[in-house]
């Protein structure tokens, strides 16, 4: 079983909808967990990061995080064009493993205009 | 402020070939990461180091592979000899952690590595 599992996709919404992101870990011990954004051919970008249960808004976007599920989402409000992209989940393996960072495989999303 | 920076951007080589991948993290930043990416993989981490000290290189997949940090502004990740599979995008990334609810990672460019 991988650390940080996500489906693959593609996952396509048109423009304005909402568009709604997933991934499962493994470790119930890990304590921080995050979203990156990464383009096709770029590198990944942090755009949200989320350390306990419940809803992280910041504009756009909102991370909600369910430890006793072991569950990790991604809302994007209103989505645009210019957020297609591959959405890569990404957790820490606990307090005495912050330092050491698990990716799940990424999510793409195509939002059609 | 530069980003981390890494080179080469692309690198074309021969099976059996020496590669050497570069690294220089953003200044100040304590920890350095190298990743792996791969469409059937996705991004593995490869080994971490704390302020120029390995911590981790459980991720490493073969003694092929060898990572140095001999100061806090460079990295090198070596492998020899190199095969097709090793063909990736290799990504190195850094950070300022302080603890669990800290972790933002900034990532180079990255180096596509292609071996034939």
């Known amino acids: 079983q991988k650390e940080v599992e996500q489906n693959s996709g593609p996952l396509s919404v048109p423009e304005g909808a909402i568009a709604s992101l997933n991934c499962t870990y493994s470790d119930r011990g890990s304590q921080s967990f995050f979203w990156y954004r990464q383009y096709s051919g770029k590198s990944p970008e942090l755009i949200m990061s989320i350390y306990s249960n419940g809803d992280k808004e910041d504009g756009r976007f909102t991370a909600q995080l369910n430890k006793a599920s072991q569950y990790v989402s991604l809302l994007i409000r209103d989505s645009q064009p210019s957020d297609s992209a591959t959405y890569l989940c990404a957790v820490n393996l606990g307090v005495y493993n912050f330092n050491k960072f698990y990716f799940g495989s990424g999510t793409k999303l195509n939002v059609k205009p | 402020d530069a980003g981390v920076i890494q080179s080469p951007r692309h690198e074309v080589t021969e099976m059996g070939q020496e590669v050497t991948l570069r690294c220089k993290p953003i200044?100040?930043?304590?920890?350095l990461f190298w990743y792996r990416q791969t469409m059937m993989r996705g991004l593995e981490l490869l080994i971490y180091f704390n302020n120029n000290v390995p911590i981790d290189d459980s991720g490493m997949p073969e003694d092929r592979f060898s990572a140095k940090m001999p100061n806090a502004s460079f990295s090198t990740l070596k492998i020899q000899p190199s095969e097709p599979r090793d063909s990736a995008v290799y990504f190195c990334?850094?950070?300022?952690?302080?603890?669990?609810?800290?972790?933002?990672?900034?990532f180079g460019e990255g180096s596509r590595l292609t071996v034939l």
């Open positions: 990334a850094s950070s300022f952690l302080r603890g669990p609810n800290t972790g933002e990672l900034f």
């Open positions: 200044s100040g930043h304590d920890y």
